[in-house]
C-alpha cells in the first residue's frame, strides 16, 4: 500500500508565496518522477511541474519563473515553492508520484489535494 499526503495549501494574497510539501510512504522500491497537478474549478486537471529522479525539471509555462519544484530522494518527498502568486493559480493542487512497488511494477499514485486560494 503506497500513499501521498500533501501538505501546505492555504490563502495568500496576491504577490505572496506558499510551500506545498508531499510526502510517499508505504511498500516502496524506488520512486520514479514526481510531480504536482492543478485543477480549477471547471477546468480540465493540468501539470504545473514536474522533477525526475535524476533532478530534471519541467515547468508550465504559466508558472515558468514564479514555481519552483524540489524533491529529497532519500525521505520520497517533493516540495513546491509558489511564489508571486496570481489569482488564476486557485486550483485544487494534486501530487502525482510514479512509484516502483516491485521488481517488474511501477504505478501512478495520486494525493489527495490540498487547496490553494490567491485572492485579496
Known amino acids: 500500500q503506497v500513499q501521498l499526503v500533501e501538505s501546505g495549501g492555504g490563502s495568500v494574497q496576491p504577490g505572496g508565496s506558499l510551500r506545498l510539501s508531499c510526502a510517499a510512504s508505504g511498500s516502496i522500491f524506488s520512486v520514479n518522477a514526481m510531480g504536482w497537478y492543478r485543477q480549477a474549478p471547471g477546468k480540465q486537471r493540468e501539470l504545473v511541474a514536474r522533477i525526475t529522479s535524476s533532478g530534471t525539471t519541467n515547468y508550465a509555462d504559466s508558472v515558468k519563473g514564479r514555481f519552483t519544484i524540489s524533491r529529497d530522494n532519500a525521505k520520497n518527498t517533493v516540495s513546491l515553492q509558489m511564489s508571486s502568486l496570481k489569482p488564476e493559480d486557485t486550483a485544487v493542487y494534486y501530487c502525482?508520484?510514479?512509484?516502483?512497488?516491485?521488481?517488474?511494477?511501477?504505478?501512478?499514485?495520486w494525493g489527495q489535494g490540498t487547496q490553494v486560494t490567491v485572492s485579496s
Open positions: 502525482n508520484a510514479n512509484i516502483v512497488v516491485t521488481i517488474l511494477y511501477a504505478y501512478d499514485y
